[in-house]
């Protein structure tokens, strides 16, 4: 009994907001509005050599909308830590509830933290993501 | 060494000194090693006086300038010559002439002919300095078309025998040292800045009435004596540039064989472009051009200032230009530029007061790079503007990345979770994740900028004007609305043909209007 209170415990802090250490979600602001417009635009006749790099299917607008699901953007976080590991496993991010902006395209993701921002940073820099969470690159914005 | 050897002497240095030749002499021959230029000083202008020694030898003369159009030139003459005289024999009763300083009107001697001695004059019946004797005046000359006109010097006075000796007549003499010196100038007339009956049109332009390109020049004429002349000029080129050179302009254009006496040009351009002309006046070919555009839709006074003949695209133009937007993006990295020569340029664009049009100010930052420039507050303070009572409107930067190019840029990079890795600097960074670095591919907007640039316009309280390689411009401002979805981010306008996310298909209509460049280097 007491493990099925835990547990009830445990999914009602889940279900009512970010526990420690999972990615939040930004809502909508100008800088989701500019990331959509911009992944809209990738959508043009002229933007298959930049669908082709990052393997991003060709949707219509609609498709390309921003997450809103606490538990996707876990998700984006942890995919998007686990590259950042890869390319240095001895500086692993630190798992934070930043919120991220995810972008669905389709069924790939685009994933962004602008938090913590750096004056010399001109371009917001985006993790893509395939099915799966597959890395697929990364594109200034 | 005879008189006219010495002439000759004389005339070739003073020439050589007179037109900054002194360095015949080149620095390689010295083992001098000059820098490279790295930009392009005035290399062309009206002439410089130009300076000519007359020897004081009794006849000696000088050529002067000459020049490919009739002009208007002043001449001044300075400088005394001695005359030396032998004495004068005892008993002698005529007038003769003793030693002296002569000035450049010369002397008078009833007993030479003309009644003048040594003075400086202009051959070819050409009015000179003034009457014998006189103090002297400024001159000014016609010079005719390709005439060589020479300044000469007058005799030696007359002398008869037993003036100075009973066996000979030649009792005067000058010195070698001495000399007058003439300053030659042409009047200063400029080729006024292009006059067009439309600034903006649309194109093809199928109007009945052809435009008309008007040049003119300041001044027009000139006051000598009591006459009044008009200032010569002679058409010797118009030509007409389409800003997008892709379809031949008519050749019927202002039929002529220069040099024109017609100071116009008529003519029905098929896009926008620019009409240059060059014209000789003042003693040198000039140039001046206008540009006919069209306007943008959204009617951008700043886009649109065609009364200051779009100078504002021009300059956003130009930052392209000036960020090496069309070089390699690895060309030019080494020890002593290690930023490469892509990089990012900026400029603001201020407002005149009294509706005087817009114009723009360069933005230096020495630290740009491909992906950011800096412009600091300062530079678009409205308490502080480069004219008086002129206000900010906007600031603007060249994105000079393609998307489907790799940029390079310091100090930026992926980040999550407080982490960070960065891109790479430069192209000779090595692509070692240890080393954190990696190669990023950019994205200008479709209809905006960088996430960057619009924090910009927030912080700045004024638009950002983008210029992209991908060929559009932006205007970004801030919205007076909440709602960021399903309302335009920007104003794009199509500026040129470019590579990018942009670059769909350009339109005819679009071909026709594309913005025209600055012309020259």
Same mark, same amino acid.
């Given at each position: ?10 999914? +009602? =802090? /889940? ?15 100008? @800088? %989701? ?32 909308? +921003? =997450? /809103? ?15 950042? @590991? %890869?390319?240095?496993?001895?500086d692993p991010p630190i798992a934070t509830t930043a919120p991220l902006y995810v972008i669905k395209i389709g069924t790939s993701y685009a994933v962004v933290d602008v938090s913590d921002p750096d004056p010399n940073d001109e371009y ?18 | ?521």
């Amino acid at each position: 009994m007491r493990y099925l209170i835990a547990g009830f415990l445990c999914l +009602l =802090v /889940t279900s009512a907001g970010p526990i420690e250490g999972q990615n939040t979600c930004q809502g909508v602001d100008r @800088t %989701s509005a500019v990331f959509l417009a911009n992944f809209r635009g990738m959508m043009s006749a002229s933007g298959a050599g930049l669908r082709a790099r990052f393997s991003l299917p060709s949707v219509p607008p609609s498709e390309i909308i +921003l =997450v /809103t699901d606490p538990a996707t953007c876990a998700r984006a976080g942890q995919a998007a830590d686990s590259v950042m @590991t %890869s390319w240095d496993p001895t500086d692993p991010p630190i798992a934070t509830t930043a919120p991220l902006y995810v972008i669905k395209i389709g069924t790939s993701y685009a994933v962004v933290d602008v938090s913590d921002p750096d004056p010399n940073d001109e371009y917001a820099s985006v993790f893509v993501f395939g099915p799966g969470w597959v890395f697929r690159g990364i594109v200034a914005m | 060494m005879n008189a006219t050897k010495v002439l000759a002497l004389w005339t070739v240095t003073t020439l050589l000194v007179a037109s900054g030749c002194m360095d015949a002499v080149g620095p390689a021959a010295r083992g001098i090693s000059l820098p490279v230029p790295t930009q392009i000083a005035k290399s062309i202008g009206a002439p410089p006086p130009r300076a000519y020694g007359l020897p004081s030898t009794p006849r000696a003369a000088v050529y002067l300038s000459q020049y490919l159009q009739d002009t208007w030139t002043t001449l001044v003459a300075s400088g005394a010559v001695m005359l030396y005289a032998k004495p004068k024999l005892p008993g002698s009763t005529a007038p003769y002439v003793t030693t002296q300083s002569v000035g450049v009107t010369g002397l008078i001697d009833a007993r030479t002919t003309g009644g003048c001695v040594l003075h400086v004059g202009m051959m070819d019946n050409m009015p000179g300095f003034g009457p014998c004797g006189s103090p002297g005046k400024v001159d000014t000359l016609l010079f005719k078309k390709l005439a060589r006109p020479r300044a000469i010097r007058g005799p030696l006075p007359n002398s008869g025998y037993y003036e100075c000796s009973p066996n000979s007549t030649e009792c005067h003499w000058t010195s070698l040292a001495d000399s007058s010196v003439i300053v030659e100038q042409p009047i200063p007339v400029s080729l006024n800045k292009l006059a067009t009956t439309k600034h903006t049109a649309i194109f093809p332009y199928n109007e009945t009435t052809p435009i008309r390109f008007n040049a003119s020049r300041t001044p027009d004429s000139i006051r000598v004596g009591n006459g009044k002349h008009a200032h010569p000029m002679v058409m010797t080129l118009w030509q007409w540039i389409g800003a997008d050179s892709t379809r031949r302009s008519s050749n019927s254009y202002c039929p002529f064989s220069p040099p024109s006496p017609f100071f116009y040009c008529d003519f029905k351009p098929q896009e926008a472009g620019r009409m240059v002309v060059k014209a000789y006046t003042g003693g040198w070919e000039q140039t001046n051009s206008v540009t006919v555009q069209c306007l943008v839709s959204d009617g951008d006074s700043a886009l649109n200032d065609y009364a200051n003949d779009y100078r504002v695209r021009e300059a956003l133009l130009d930052l392209l230009k000036q960020g090496h937007a069309d070089s390699l993006v690895t060309a030019g990295w080494n020890a002593s530029n290690p930023r490469g020569w892509r990089r990012e340029t900026a400029l603001v664009i201020w407002r005149l007061p009294n509706g005087g049009g817009f114009f723009t100010v360069q933005v230096n930052d020495p630290n740009a790079d491909q992906c950011h420039i800096t412009i600091p507050p300062s530079a678009y303070d409205n308490n502080n503007p480069p004219i008086p009572g002129a206000t900010a409107y906007a600031t603007s930067h060249a994105h000079v990345t393609s998307p489907d190019e790799e940029l390079f840029c310091e100090g930026t990079g992926p980040k999550m979770n407080g982490r960070k890795r960065r891109y790479a600097g430069k192209p000779s960074d090595t692509l070692d994740t240890s080393k954190q670095r990696r190669r990023a591919g950019k994205q200008d907007s479709t209809n905006s900028g960088s996430d960057s640039d619009w924090k910009r316009v927030e912080e700045r309280r004024i638009p950002t004007m983008l210029i992209a390689k991908n060929g559009f411009a932006y205007k970004m401002q801030r919205l007076d609305v909440v709602e960021w979805f399903d309302v335009p981010l920007a104003r794009t306008y199509r500026a040129l043909k470019g590579k990018g996310i942009h670059d769909v298909p350009i339109t005819d209509a679009e071909k026709r209007c594309t913005w025209v460049p600055k012309y020259g280097p």
